[in-house]
């Protein structure tokens, strides 16, 4: 059963913008605080965003001021924002409880070209 399905990456110049949406099955959506990660090309699984069930949200230093994650309760969906996007962001996106308590969906690929 697919529970977390991503989607929304593509290809970006640098300075632009991507909003890729994860819509999350059953209860995981209404019980979890939700995150979003990313994994570049050789190199470990990064947290970039969550949200707990509050809206309240955190972010790394990396992102902070750039990336936004909202949530829509009504769609089980939840969005990040991506402003002012930079080469190094380019990694496969994927979201998840803060804590990764379910299977990975397949990811979005989001690329920051010129």
């Known amino acids: 059963q697919v529970l977390l399905v991503e989607s929304g990456g593509g290809l970006v110049q640098p300075g632009g913008s991507l909003r890729p949406p994860c819509s999350a099955a059953?209860?995981?959506?209404?019980?979890?605080?939700m995150a979003w990660y990313r994994q570049a090309p050789g190199k470990q699984l990064e947290l970039v965003a969550t949200?707990?069930?509050?809206?309240?949200?955190t972010y790394p230093d990396s992102v902070k001021g750039r990336f936004t994650i909202s949530r829509d309760n009504a769609k089980k969906t939840v969005y990040l924002q991506m402003n002012s996007l930079r080469p190094e962001a380019t990694a496969v996106y994927y979201c998840?409880?803060?804590?990764?308590?379910?299977?990975w969906g397949q990811g979005t690929q989001v690329t920051v070209s010129s």
């Open positions: 998840n409880t803060d804590r990764a308590s379910f299977s």
């Open positions: 059953g209860t995981i959506f209404t019980r979890h605080p």
């Open positions: 949200i707990s069930r509050g809206d309240s949200t």
